[in-house]
C-alpha cells in the first residue's frame, strides 16, 4: 500500500523508500512507500514531477498502491525525495476543484446531475443529465464565480462506506467499501461528494470559472469549462478576436457584434442575387446549348466545356437542359487542377449514366460514379491531360453508341 502524502495539505514533496523498480516498454515503473505524486484516477490527470533525479511523466493505481513511470531506474531501498511540478498539480487541481463547483451548483439551481467529467490538458467537460438553456448556462457560471468569490473552505472528512447512506451528498456513492474520502465545499453549501483527487483550500484559489461551449448531448447538456490560468488564456483569446474584428470593421468593440451581422446580412442578400442572375445565365446557356445539341435518332446529344465552373455549376446547369427529356448531357468544367465532370439524362434517354461514366472516367484519367439518371467525377489536370481531345473521343463514343 501506497501512503498518499499529497492529502495531507495538497503537499508537493515528500521524502520515501524505493519498493521495487521493474523495466517496462517505455521507461521503468518505480513503487515507493509514499508519494506526493498524483496518480491519474477520478477524471483527474496524473501529476508529473521527479523521483530523486528520475523524471517521472506519468503515474497510477493498481490496487491500492502507486506506480510512477520514470526515465531512470532507481535503486530498490534507496531513500530519495519525491517532487510532484507544482504548475501541473495547481492547474489539474483548479480545473477539479471548479468541476465540484459547477456540479455542485447545477444541482441546487436545476436540479441536474453530473453524469460524467473528463478532463484533459487543454480542456475538461462535464455531462449533466438535463438539458439546460442558454440563459440557464449563464446564471451557473454566473453562481459558481460567486460562490469562489466568497473564497468558501474546502474540508475533507473520511468514512467507511456502510456510512454514506446517512451522509447527504449530491452524488449517492452505492457499493462502496473501506475508507471512503467526502469533499465538502462549504460544508456542502456549494457541493458536498465522494472524491480521491485533490482540491484547493478555498474556493478562490480557484481563480476563475468559464464556462467556453456547451451543447445537447445524450439528452442533457455538456459543458467545456476552464478554470485558473486556463480561463485568463481563453478570454485573452476571445479578446484578440474581438479587438481584429474591431480593427476589420472599424467598429467600436461594444458594436462589433452589430457590424458582424449587418455584414451577414448583406452577404446573404448578395449571394441571393448572385444566384438569381446565376440562373438566368445558365438559361441562357442552357437554351444556347440545346439550339446547338446534336440530334442523333430521338436523343439530343450535348457535350460541352464549362471552363471555370464548378461541380455544383454544373449540376444546375445539367438540370436545366434535362427539362428537355430527349436530352443526354455530359458537361466538363476547368477549375484549378482539376477536370470535373457532371453526367445527367432526361426521362425519354434509356443510356445508364452510371455506365457512361466509367468511359468518361477512362477517357480523363479520373474517378466517379452514380446512379442511372446522374454521374458525375473529377481527376487532376497534368501536363499529360488533353482535355479537349478526351471531349471529343467521348463525343465520336456517344454517337457510335447511340447510334447502335
Same mark, same amino acid.
Given at each position: ?9 495538497g503537499a508537493l514533496e515528500c ?13 521503468f515503473e518505480i513503487l515507493t ?128 462506506g456502510e456510512e454514506l447512506e ?64 486556463? +480561463?485568463?488564456?481563453?478570454?485573452? %483569446?476571445?479578446?484578440?478576436? #474581438?479587438?481584429? !474584428? *474591431?480593427?476589420?470593421?472599424?467598429? @467600436? ?75 443526354? +448531357?455530359?458537361?466538363?468544367?476547368? %477549375?484549378?487542377?482539376?477536370? #470535373?465532370?457532371? !453526367? *445527367?439524362?432526361?426521362?425519354?434517354? @434509356? ?54
Amino acid at each position: 500500500m501506497t501512503k498518499r502524502a499529497y492529502y495531507e495539505n495538497g503537499a508537493l514533496e515528500c521524502e520515501a523508500t524505493v519498493l521495487r523498480c521493474r523495466a517496462v516498454e517505455n521507461g521503468f515503473e518505480i513503487l515507493t512507500d509514499v508519494t506526493s505524486i498524483f496518480p491519474e484516477s477520478g477524471g483527474q490527470l496524473s501529476d508529473t514531477g521527479f523521483i530523486g533525479n528520475s523524471r517521472v511523466t506519468h503515474a497510477r493505481e493498481e490496487g491500492s498502491e502507486v506506480w510512477h513511470l520514470c526515465d531512470k531506474a532507481v535503486e530498490v531501498g534507496a531513500k530519495v525525495k519525491i517532487a510532484a511540478d507544482a504548475g501541473p498539480r495547481l492547474d489539474h487541481t483548479q480545473q477539479h476543484s471548479g468541476e465540484h463547483i459547477l456540479s455542485g451548483m447545477a444541482s441546487k439551481l436545476f436540479g441536474a446531475k453530473n453524469v460524467g467529467f473528463h478532463m484533459a490538458e487543454e480542456y475538461a467537460t462535464i455531462d449533466l443529465d438535463t438539458q439546460l438553456t442558454h440563459e440557464q448556462i449563464k446564471e451557473l457560471q454566473r453562481e459558481a464565480n460567486r460562490a469562489v468569490q466568497r473564497n468558501v473552505p474546502v474540508t475533507y472528512e473520511t468514512v467507511q462506506g456502510e456510512e454514506l447512506e446517512n451522509i447527504t451528498l449530491r452524488k449517492q456513492a452505492k457499493g462502496l467499501k473501506g475508507d471512503i474520502r467526502i469533499v465538502y465545499f462549504d460544508g456542502g453549501e456549494v457541493d458536498s461528494c465522494t472524491c480521491c483527487g485533490t482540491h484547493v483550500a478555498f474556493s478562490g484559489e480557484v481563480g476563475y470559472i468559464k464556462i467556453t461551449a456547451h451543447i445537447k448531448y445524450k439528452g442533457g447538456t455538456r459543458i467545456w469549462f476552464a478554470c485558473g490560468m486556463r +480561463a485568463v488564456e481563453d478570454s485573452l %483569446n476571445n479578446q484578440d478576436i #474581438v479587438d481584429s !474584428l *474591431a480593427v476589420r470593421f472599424s467598429a @467600436k468593440q461594444e458594436d462589433v457584434l452589430n457590424a458582424v451581422l449587418r455584414q451577414g446580412d448583406e452577404l446573404t442578400a448578395a449571394r441571393h442575387q448572385l444566384k438569381e442572375r446565376t440562373e438566368k445565365l445558365n438559361e441562357f446557356i442552357a437554351a444556347e446549348l440545346l439550339g446547338k445539341a446534336e440530334v442523333i435518332g430521338a436523343t439530343k446529344l450535348i457535350i460541352d466545356m464549362q471552363k471555370g465552373s464548378s461541380m455544383n455549376e454544373l449540376k444546375n446547369l445539367g438540370d436545366m437542359l434535362i427539362r428537355d427529356e430527349n436530352v443526354l +448531357a455530359m458537361l466538363f468544367g476547368e %477549375n484549378g487542377d482539376s477536370l #470535373v465532370y457532371q !453526367l *445527367a439524362r432526361g426521362r425519354n434517354v @434509356k443510356t445508364s449514366m452510371r455506365e457512361l461514366i466509367k468511359a468518361v472516367n477512362a477517357a480523363a484519367g479520373g474517378k466517379g460514379g452514380g446512379r442511372d439518371e446522374y454521374a458525375q467525377g473529377s481527376a487532376k489536370i497534368t501536363s499529360a491531360t488533353d482535355a479537349e481531345g478526351s471531349i471529343e473521343s467521348l463525343r465520336g463514343y456517344c454517337r457510335s453508341m447511340l447510334k447502335a
